[in-house]
């Protein structure tokens, strides 16, 4: 009785591991998750190319909302759904894009499955996260020396966000693209200096993904933002380096 989650990286095929895609493979129930009833998984578009036509599908729902009484609901079903699967001797892999670790509906799974079915033996198969797949697209590094790193999933609380952009050498802001331009205005008063590089894209994958030049900081001061998807992501670099 053993439960693999897969992480399925930025959103490219060819991003994944020999692990992910030889588990996806020999699976023969996968479950991903979705925003809504009816919306396809995004997950499982990434890779369906992997998945064997005998293969059972399920998509579980993990509403986009913020109140965590009502988020727990469905953290349970999901997980007394997976967990009866696995317990009836199918080979059960969970999918979720990018990394199991890293803001993603597993941590949720994971967490009922320890609480409340003890006997699910889980693997968890890491997954590459786009905040690298936008370093190696761009030619950027995240991070060296002594620089430190942070990871913002939303800025509803800018002034949350100023204070980890002035203690901070290099800022990922994960997700939501609607409020960069906020952001980019915010930099510049929280130390990052006009030549600071700055490197947006959304949608990162090998077929649709859109890399967006890096630009300075003072580039981007008081201008349109170059994107207002919601799946974006943004890399400001303090200390550009030649």
């Known amino acids: 009785m053993k439960l693999f989650?897969?992480?399925?990286?930025?959103?490219?095929?060819?991003?994944?591991?020999?692990?992910?895609?030889?588990?996806?493979?020999?699976?023969?129930?996968i479950?991903?998750?979705?925003?809504?009833?009816?919306?396809?998984?995004i997950a499982l578009s990434v890779v369906e190319k992997y998945i064997d036509r005998s293969t059972k599908t399920v998509s579980l729902v993990f509403p986009m909302v913020k109140d965590r009484?009502?988020?727990?609901?469905?953290?349970?079903?999901?997980?007394?759904?997976?967990?009866g699967t696995v317990r009836s001797g199918k080979n059960v892999v969970y999918l979720t894009v990018g990394d199991p670790a890293l803001y993603s509906t597993w941590i949720y799974i994971h967490r009922e499955l320890k609480r409340n079915h003890k006997d699910i033996e889980v693997e968890i198969v890491p997954g590459i996260a786009s905040m690298f797949a936008i370093a190696a697209k761009a030619g950027i590094s995240l991070a060296e020396g002594e620089e430190t790193v942070a990871i913002v999933p939303a800025c509803y609380d800018m002034?949350?966000?100023?204070?980890?952009?002035?203690?901070?050498?290099?800022?990922?802001?994960?997700?939501?693209?609607?409020?960069f331009d906020s952001v980019i205005e915010m930099l510049g008063e929280s130390g990052f200096?006009?030549?600071?590089?700055?490197?947006?894209?959304?949608?990162?994958s090998a077929e649709k993904g859109e890399i967006l030049e890096i630009k300075k900081l003072s580039d981007l001061l008081g201008k349109k933002?170059?994107?207002?998807?919601?799946?974006?992501?943004?890399?400001?670099?303090?200390?550009a380096r030649d």
């Open 5 to 29: 989650c897969v992480g399925c990286g930025p959103g490219d095929p060819e991003l994944l591991t020999v692990r992910a895609v030889n588990l996806i493979k020999s699976a023969e129930v």
């Open 69 to 83: 009484e009502s988020l727990k609901d469905y953290w349970k079903r999901n997980a007394e759904e997976i967990a």
């Open 31 to 41: 479950f991903a998750p979705t925003a809504r009833e009816g919306k396809p998984s």
């Open 159 to 179: 002034e949350r966000v100023r204070r980890t952009a002035t203690a901070c050498d290099t800022v990922i802001f994960l997700k939501d693209g609607r409020y």
């Open 193 to 204: 200096p006009d030549g600071a590089d700055i490197a947006i894209a959304q949608d990162i």
């Open 225 to 239: 933002g170059p994107t207002e998807k919601y799946f974006s992501i943004m890399v400001a670099k303090k200390n």
